[in-house]
């Protein structure tokens, strides 16, 4: 699916050129973000879904934010596309790890609990908004921004709850 998008939205010597050259592309931070969500989606919605091809997901899905960290870091703006690249990023972690958030297992090197992950993760989205918000003073959020925002929200009160118990 993602070759398909990738030559539907641009001709082959653009992908086989160095994207470090095309900074703040958002040709290019648009099919990094269809790639990691296509991730999740496949992870999250499998039929015969695991913690252990979510950790898999999880660990991959570091090292493509280590990439597109990367990239958008020479990007001489904070562009809101950006910033929603991302929130994102974060709301999939958020997505990919919740049906786990109760498991005692490890999906870390550290130790790390899917519960922490998540929070952090639904923390970082609340983060990310308000720098949006800070940035860009008209009070308007992209679409999605808004969601995410009430998503991670309502992660962080259930998950409160849970350990009140």
């Given amino acids: 699916m993602l070759n398909l998008l990738l030559k539907y939205i641009s001709d082959d010597a653009f992908f086989t050129r160095d994207l470090s050259l095309l900074p703040n592309n958002p040709k290019v931070i648009a099919a990094k973000l269809f790639e990691f969500t296509e991730w999740v989606y496949k992870a999250r919605f499998s039929p015969e879904k695991t913690l252990d091809q979510a950790v898999k997901v999880y660990q991959d899905s570091l090292q493509w934010y280590e990439s597109f960290f990367a990239y958008t870091s020479s990007c001489t703006a904070e562009t809101p596309l950006i910033l929603f690249g991302h929130t994102c990023y974060q709301f999939g ?7 786990f958030v109760l498991e005692p297992a490890e999906i870390a090197l550290d130790g790390t609990l899917p519960m922490a992950i998540c929070k952090q993760a639904a923390g970082s989205v609340g983060d990310l908004i ?7 003073n008209d009070g308007q959020l992209l679409d ?6 009430t998503a991670a ?3 962080l009160q259930v998950c409160n709850a849970k350990i009140a118990m």
Avoid: D, G
């Fill in 130 to 136: 308000q720098h949006h918000s800070r940035l860009y």
């Fill in 93 to 99: 972690i958020m997505c990919l790890l919740t049906p």
């Fill in 144 to 149: 999605f921004m808004p969601f995410f925002k």
């Fill in 153 to 155: 929200l309502a992660f």
